[in-house]
């Protein structure tokens, strides 16, 4: 029996009930800072561990507390990646792509709803991975889930001023590298349908028409900028865009190009005012081989 009179099993069944209750956020949380599906549930299995192991009676915001322990384990995870003898950032052709969550257009479901939730498109996660550790943090925890900078000094061990200062470089960066997509998916589709017309048919003026002027695409493989480049480089996608299947990446519009029931390629696509400005792509064999693209025939 407890100190309240209730036997430990009773006691540890409400705690793990309270930790239910905040694993959606914790996911979220998680996910914006790793994104990695895979990871993210790794750091917030960490979490109940730390959880089940401290003096639950002895916290006051439980949901406070443990998403200030998630921010901690996914800043070392942030950091073991840089020492496992991954190359610098700046040295690589592309970007680091993260793991897109993919939907059928009919819409996502409610456990996605909450993972996605404050429009966290893959653009938004592809700066994010281009963050310092410290910095992805601070603009994660303080931007997208309001927690006080006083409590994310003593994470990344700095003042509240200096973890201020990362959140706003972060901030800077997050601005100029994903901007705010249109937030009508049926314009989004229109306009990522009219690009796979273009690129099927190897209509070079079409393409360049949907384009944002500045427009961006993105991949591990390198980074093309400007309407006339990526016009190029689509125009060689006509026997993909034929097999491609529309799809919703990450909440927005989409493709899943699947070849013998495999995927790929996945783009997803930032539509602004009517053109695409961002189109990102993962393409490596090895990370969509993880991917589940049987969610798409529901």
């Not at 309270?18 to 949380?29: D, I, K, N, T, Y």
Request: include cysteine; hydrophobic fraction near 45%.
């Amino acid at each position: 029996m407890s100190d309240s009179g209730f036997p430990e099993r009773n006691e540890s069944e409400f705690l793990a009930e309270r930790f239910e209750s905040h694993r959606g956020h914790l996911r979220a949380v998680a996910y914006r800072m790793l994104g990695s599906l895979a990871e993210a549930d790794d750091a917030v299995q960490e979490a109940w561990l730390k959880l089940s192991r401290a003096d639950a009676s002895r916290v006051d915001n439980l949901g406070g507390w443990l998403t200030t322990v998630v921010g901690r384990v996914c800043l070392d995870m942030l950091r073991s990646r840089r020492t496992r003898g991954e190359e610098p950032l700046e040295v690589r052709p592309g970007v680091r792509m993260p793991e897109p969550v993919l939907s059928p257009v009919s819409g996502v479901d409610p456990e996605q709803e909450v993972l996605l939730a404050d429009s966290v498109g893959l653009a938004l996660l592809v700066v994010l991975e281009q963050l310092a550790p410290a910095e992805r943090l601070a603009f994660v925890l303080h931007d997208l889930f309001a927690v006080p900078y006083e409590e994310i000094a003593p994470i990344v061990g700095r003042t509240p001023a200096a973890s201020r200062q990362l959140a706003s470089r972060a901030r800077r960066r997050v601005q100029g590298g994903a901007p705010a997509p249109d937030p009508d998916l049926a314009r989004q589709r229109a306009v990522v349908d009219a690009f796979l017309a273009a690129a099927r048919d190897g209509d070079f003026d079409a393409l360049v028409a949907v384009l944002d002027p500045d427009v961006v695409a993105r991949s591990e493989g390198g980074v093309t900028a400007g309407a006339v480049a990526v016009a190029s480089g689509a125009s060689g996608f006509a026997h993909l865009a034929r097999i491609a299947q529309p799809a919703l990446v990450n909440g927005a519009a989409g493709v899943v190009v699947v070849a013998e029931g495999r995927p790929v390629g996945v783009l997803a696509f930032t539509v602004v005012h009517g053109r695409i400005a961002v189109i990102d792509i993962l393409n490596d064999p090895e990370r969509l081989a993880g991917l589940d693209v049987t969610v798409l025939d529901q």
